[in-house]
């Protein structure tokens, strides 16, 4: 199974101010594709949710690098 996020079971104080939607292509029961949100730009974390009623998971850069790359999805939006 590819990556996709570790489970979130911490509180933490994210950045807001600088946040992204980026589009991904689909997986699984989604074909058309759906979103991440990214807080804090590069270098921040990503956000998903991957199952119809799943817990939200959330990565780090080199996570999110790993999950485009395990999953053969397509980024449609690069971050600024």
């Not at 990556?3 to 589009?23: K, P, S, T």
């Not at 997986?27 to 119809?52: D, S």
Request: hydrophobic share 35%; glycine share 12%; proline share 2%.
């Amino acid at each position: 199974m590819a990556y996709d996020g570790d489970f979130i079971n911490f509180c933490n104080i994210f950045n807001f101010n600088r946040a992204h939607a980026i589009v991904v292509s689909g997986a699984k029961w989604n074909p058309c594709g759906h979103m991440l949100l990214n807080t804090g730009g590069i270098g921040g974390w990503y956000f998903h949710v991957a199952e119809v009623r799943g817990r939200p998971k959330y990565m780090n850069e080199s996570g999110y690098r790993r999950y485009l790359k395990e999953t053969k999805n397509m980024k449609y939006h690069e971050l600024m």
